[in-house]
DNA sequence: CCGGATCTTGACGCCATCCTGACGACCGTC
DNA sequence: GACGGTCGTCAGGATGGCGTCAAGATCCGG
């Protein structure tokens, strides 16, 4: 990730706590911002955009819920709420009011970093692509390019691996001849329909039971291939 | 949203837990899929995607860390650990693997079923457009070009498959011989209103009730055809 | 430069789909 | 009541797409 500092903005009243917090933040490799009060937190959140927030329920000028609605309806940041009260209606009620975390004091300090941590992991912006993929006996790693049926490794040819790819990464979807031929074989390949014949064939007799009743690798007739996970 | 509920995978090797969370998950909506090993959950997991994971680390065949981390590996959905350890050292180990939440048995189902919404609603985008249509008991996916009558898959020709298309996009109006002949046949099939009554007849009996006495495909007298949502 | 793996291309039989024709049901008109 | 028109129904023959096999052509590593 390599860019800024995330930038920690914690709301509390109780100083004891904040002098505690912040180098523990800090020695993290985080910046830390601070507020003693709602109101005052509200408008730093506001300024300053923070990656995550750290709310205390106990504050003295406003309602900790009334707080976590109000800025859940405009920021977009993880708000982890730290709260003495432990009851589940508690713990419910800010969570559906739009709390990412729920944390009863007391806490570790390394439980509390790694709940921000997760946190932050979980922000938009970071969808990884699945690296593996499963369809009754046939599974498919991209990783290791390693394809197995019923736990036996089946060696694929580069256009094989390609084609299974791409029906996998749509799978239960029709794709047409003409989208096959152009992921697998570049487009200027339209037409060729031949190929596809060839190799779904050859993938056929590779992964499935019965090569001439696929279970998987089903036709469309006049319009494509798909890759299912149960023939319904 | 507005679509499938959500699929919760939940595996755990107390039949006693299973029976508990079983009714409290699909009570509130969701789909539930249980495993009672690791390997039965990775493999419902990988063939499945399920939309969130409830994991009991304590499970009979592997250690609960290593699953998650593999887990993780590849998948996208979060995984809501549960254990009945609660030494800060467990909670910050298994959300350092990858789990992005962590509860300590015994817990409440209200705060469960609170957890598990946070954790879907901060999912990475998921909004594919929905080309679906569907008319009484008949449905139809674009994507998928699946047809289902009452929930049972309906094959479908290609012409046929085109011909309700067209009908489908322009549900409740009356379509003339030509309109349809041009979309489904092409323009130059003006006149050729024999194949209407040919495939009208054939989609009928694939998807109708009574294919006598169309509910949903209705013939326009002279005009042409519509297809309705329910005979007014 | 050789050998094996992979890709391409051709040929052929089969089968789902499509087209076509024949016939009956129904309705309005003369 | 005969007639013409439209529509529904059925079935057989034609067509084209698909699966299948195998023989070159090509690529690549040793």
Known sequence: MGGEPELILVVDDEPQLLRFLGPALTSHGYRVLTAATAAEGELLALSHRPDAMLLDLGLPDRDGLEVVAALRAWADFPIIVV????????????????????????????ELIARIRVALRNRPGTAPAPTRYAFGRIALDLETRAVTRGGEAVHLTPNEFRLLLVLARNAGKVLTHNQ???????????QQHHYLRVY?????????????RPRHLQTELGVGYRLVEDPA
């Open 83 to 110: 709260s003495a009260r432990g009851k589940e209606d508690d713990k419910v009620a800010a969570l559906e009011a739009g709390a990412n975390d729920y944390l009863t004091k007391p806490f570790g300090t390394r």
């Open 180 to 190: 096959l031929l152009k992921e697998v074989w570049g487009p200027g390949s339209a």
């Open 200 to 212: 779904m064939n050859q993938l056929r007799h590779k992964l499935e039971e019965d090569p001439a």
